[in-house]
């Protein structure tokens, strides 16, 4: 659902980015609160395995393609304000060094896929979590039904964007008939995706996962015919394993390379649904040539490589890998600054 230059007019792109740079401020000033010293490499990987699932598209109908988006994932994973950054920190990776979605459209792809995903789907996640059993099993239901409606929602809000600053005359009705119903299959593959992921990573470390945090049931003991609650286990320090994430750190970023440098060869080469919905409709009239179209690595392929399963492998390892550095570089920046905001404030002088 990349947007690219010229389907969107300049005033309301730039209301767009405006918006989206507020969404960014305020989540890098959140995600101080979601920070650790094992969440913050996470973050970093969390962007890069998006980055590399990105790249699967895969079929939903005929002629039409879709991919990860990535905003449920994102913001079950590692918390609703960090993931807006992960998000966030994968288009600019996408625009800059890969020609996909527009320099000027990238408020407006923060907007549909950062936040409108991660607020949409983080609500529905926490909402159902209210109301199911404090299970592994309902943590992966909420997720898979928050990632399912996140797409068909983001999907909408492209089309209110759209119908306020769209550059043809397309009636936003047809648009949004189109969008939301390609959308909504579109929508199965990101919750399945969502879904597999977070039960994989809460079958092996349950702790790291954000969204499953504070949901473990109390054991029950039945006294008198009654259920009570057991008493609390005196704590047990873990041992230095249990607490590294260096394991999951590196099987997950084995992932990621091994998805965008190999198996991205065999993602479908439909055009995604936002793209066979603007050929269909005759939204993309004035779409315009990208500004990094002649960037090494525009199109996801490696300049003047000529085999193109090799070409398309060196981007996706080379993109996973400037995703992973960027993403955790500054995910420990905000790191450090809570832990300088926490020292400055346990250190202040009271005043008499």
């Not at 959140?30 to 490499?41: S, V, Y």
């Not at 790249?55 to 005929?62: K, Y």
């Not at 879709?66 to 920190?89: N, R």
Request: aromatic letters at 6%.
């Amino acid at each position: 659902m990349h947007v690219p230059d010229g389907f969107i007019d300049a005033p309301v792109s730039i209301a767009a980015g405006v918006a989206a740079a507020g969404a960014v401020a305020v989540s890098l000033r959140g995600a101080r609160r979601e920070l650790d010293e094992r969440t913050a490499p996470l973050a970093g990987l969390v962007a890069a395995f998006i980055f590399a699932v990105q790249m699967l598209n895969f079929p939903v109908a005929a002629g039409t393609s879709g991919h990860l988006l990535g905003g449920a994932l994102a913001a079950i994973l590692v918390g609703p304000y960090t993931g807006v950054l992960c998000v966030s920190v994968v288009l600019l990776m996408q625009g800059i060094l890969f020609a996909d979605g527009g320099l000027t459209a990238l408020g407006v792809n923060v907007s549909v896929m950062g936040v409108v995903t991660v607020v949409v789907a983080y609500a529905i996640f926490r909402g159902l979590l209210t109301v199911l059993p404090p299970t592994r099993r309902s943590v992966t239901a909420a997720a898979f039904t928050g990632a399912l409606l996140s797409v068909p929602a983001a999907a909408t809000a492209f089309t209110a964007i759209y119908a306020v600053g769209g550059t043809t005359d397309v009636p936003v009705g047809k648009v949004f008939t189109a969008m939301v119903g390609v959308h909504v299959l579109i929508g199965i593959g990101e919750a399945a995706i969502t879904a597999a992921t977070v039960g994989a990573v809460l079958a092996v470390r349950p702790d790291l996962v954000h969204g499953a945090r504070g949901l473990t049931a109390p054991l029950k003991l039945r006294v008198a015919g009654e259920l009570v609650d057991a008493p609390a286990p005196a704590a047990v320090p873990a041992p230095a394993a249990a607490r590294s994430t260096r394991k999951v750190w590196a099987t997950g970023l084995v992932t990621a390379l091994v998805l965008a440098g190999f198996v991205s060869f065999y993602a479908s080469a439909s055009p995604d649904g936002l793209e066979k919905v603007a050929a269909d409709k005759g939204i993309d009239e004035k779409v315009e040539e990208h500004a990094a179209a002649d960037s090494p690595l525009a199109d996801y392929s490696v300049k003047d490589v000529t085999d193109a399963r090799l070409s398309g492998g060196l981007a996706g390892v080379i993109g996973v890998g400037v995703t992973v550095v960027v993403g955790t570089g500054i995910f420990w920046a905000v790191r450090r600054r809570r832990a300088e905001d926490l020292t400055a404030t346990s250190t202040a002088t009271p005043v008499a």
